[in-house]
């Protein structure tokens, strides 16, 4: 069982009630919240968007992210874009959550290098790197490629796609026999949580459990298995 539970919240704005500008503000809202309460990690996921759709959001919950460690150095919030280095870059992001069909990981760290070279970001930043992994198979190659954390989904269950068949805990307990922290996902609640760690996983994923929860009941309640 893992020392440290780590959190990761994935965002899914369609999810809060209300028009776009509504969403939008309640989705950011919850940046904070997460970040307040001290989740490892937080991926914008919001795969609906246009290139400059999501720029400009990204660029928004960095900016909440980085007035709360100002107030405080000890904030530990990391924030990730799916898929889209390119823009993790430009709001100046910590990493990049690939998709299992994704650009291998050492092409990401290039471009990074490439686009904060002979910038004074070039010798403090590098990125975090997460991966989208449904089989063990998947989890050992993002370890041979260098991601720093996999997340090994569905667990359980996938909400969006009801005839996808979970992998159970024997899978994920297989994939936690890599030497990367493997986060699992996929149905994984306050009841769950307990037996994916149990399995050796690292930490839990999820969005409906910050985004329907107050994150901070979540954290700490997590935190204590």
């Known amino acids: 069982m893992a020392d440290r539970c780590l959190l990761y919240y994935i965002t899914d704005r369609s999810q809060f009630r209300g028009d776009e500008p509504?969403?939008?503000?309640?989705?950011?809202?919850?940046?904070?919240?997460?970040?307040?309460a001290g989740i490892d990690y937080l991926q914008l996921r919001e795969k609906d968007l246009s290139a400059r759709e999501l720029e400009q959001l990204a660029r928004q919950a960095a900016q909440v992210i980085q007035e709360l460690r100002?107030?405080?150095r000890e904030l530990r919030t990391r924030l990730l874009i799916n898929s889209r280095s390119d823009i993790a870059i430009a709001v100046g992001a910590d990493g990049v959550h690939l998709r299992s069909d994704d650009i291998a990981a050492y092409e990401v760290r290039s471009l990074w290098t490439q686009a904060l070279a002979g910038s004074s970001q070039s010798a403090v930043r590098s990125?975090?790197?997460a991966a989208s992994c449904h089989t063990p198979a998947d989890v050992f190659r993002a370890e041979s490629e260098a991601v720093d954390f996999a997340v090994f989904a569905p667990v359980f269950e996938k909400k969006d796609a009801p005839g996808?068949?979970?992998?159970?805990?024997?899978?994920?307990?297989?994939?936690?026999?890599?030497?990367?922290?493997?986060?699992?996902?996929?149905?994984?609640?306050?009841?769950?949580?307990?037996?994916?760690?149990?399995?050796?996983?690292?930490?839990v994923a999820g969005i409906r459990l910050f985004q329907e929860n107050r994150i901070v009941d979540v954290v700490r309640t997590l935190r204590t298995l």
């Open 22 to 36: 509504v969403r939008r503000r309640a989705l950011l809202a919850k940046v904070g919240e997460a970040a307040r």
């Open 164 to 203: 996808t068949e979970p992998a159970g805990l024997a899978a994920l307990r297989e994939a936690c026999r890599a030497k990367i922290p493997v986060l699992a996902l996929g149905g994984v609640n306050l009841e769950n949580a307990a037996s994916c760690l149990s399995a050796g996983a690292a930490g």
């Open 127 to 129: 990125p975090l790197l």
């Open 70 to 72: 100002t107030g405080n």
